[in-house]
């Protein structure tokens, strides 16, 4: 089994070099020996047909497997049912723009709990997750594959569990594992292979054999406080977990197939290549 590897966004590296379009990534990551790109809309999804279109091209010509990352603002569980609209529309203007651009996979975080008990923030954020669906379906997005993601703070929703469990919505549902994230959650969690066996074994078991053959991988350093997640660090900032070794070998061992994008701090595409080059050689 083959797994893709590439940075969430783009490095410092990239622009001291005097590039300044994400245009020019796809080439600039086959150039490095990379496989993938996570292109972020973050902050909203402001990018036109034009430039979402050349992006294709160049990964099309590049063979770079395009991801998207969702604005931060989606919160399914909102109480409010203007936010819940809102939510509604970041994800179906970012299934717009993964079809311009030839992207077949959007990582989302579900949102946060505010003030509601944990049980009603998470049945409501499946109702509405569920009208996503039925809308995505029916505008001709099913092709495209959401894919919420493992979140590290305590009070966002988006445990390994939930996120299971919305997977099990629909077959075009899958998880974004971010292991940086579960280490922080657990407050240090991850340490053996044991640890990063027992979630990718709790996925077979919940998803079926077949989910780890395209397995979306989140993976950085993390620090993080008795809340969860603080701060992405870089591979080089070895005093803060998770280790990729022993994932390596987990997925190695698991046969498990897809993409695993680096979120390290300003230099994501330097550390995915350490990721990748980690990963080979345990495969050999
Ligand atoms: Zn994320």
């Known amino acids: 089994m083959s797994i893709l590897f590439g940075p969430a966004g783009n490095s410092d590296s990239f622009y001291e070099q005097g590039y300044k379009s994400s245009v020019e990534m796809p080439k600039w990551l086959r150039n490095m020996g990379l496989d993938a790109y996570e292109y ?5 999804v402001n990018i036109t ?3 979402a279109e050349k992006i294709r091209d160049q990964c099309e010509e590049h063979n770079i497997s395009l991801s998207l990352h969702a604005p931060y603002y989606i919160n399914l569980a909102s109480p409010d049912d203007n ?12 299934l717009e723009a993964a079809k311009w651009m030839g992207a077949s996979k959007i990582v989302f ?3 946060s709990r505010g003030d509601q008990p944990r049980e009603q923030a998470f049945s409501r954020a499946k109702s509405v997750f569920r009208e996503i669906i039925q809308e995505k379906n029916n505008k001709g997005f099913d092709n495209i594959y959401l894919c919420p993601e493992t979140m590290g703070k305590k009070n966002q929703l988006g445990t390994l569990d939930e996120i299971l469990e919305l997977c099990r919505e629909d077959d075009k549902v899958i998880p974004t594992v ?5 280490h922080a959650l657990g407050r240090g969690a991850l340490n ?13 078991d919940e998803l079926g054999e077949q989910s780890l053959k395209n397995l979306h991988c989140h993976f950085s350093r993390i620090e993080y406080t008795q809340a969860g997640e603080r701060k992405h660090w870089t591979y080089g900032h070895t005093q803060y977990g998770p280790d990729f070794e022993p994932l390596a070998a987990v997925l190695h061992k698991y046969e498990v197939g897809g993409t695993v994008i680096c979120e390290s701090r300003g230099t994501m595409a330097e550390d995915a290549l350490k990721l990748k080059t980690i990963y080979l050689e345990i495969k050999k």
Not at 83 to 94: A, D, E, H, P, Q
Not at 192 to 204: G, V
Request: net charge positive; no cysteine; hydrophobic share 30%.
């Open 49 to 51: 047909q034009a430039t």
């Open 109 to 111: 975080h579900p949102g």
């Open 40 to 44: 972020s809309f973050s902050r909203g």
């Open 83 to 94: 936010k819940i609209k809102k939510t509604k529309w970041y994800l179906m203007s970012t």
């Open 178 to 182: 971010d292991f940086g994230h579960i």
């Open 192 to 204: 053996t292979a044991d640890d990063f066996e027992d979630i990718i074994k709790r996925i077979r």
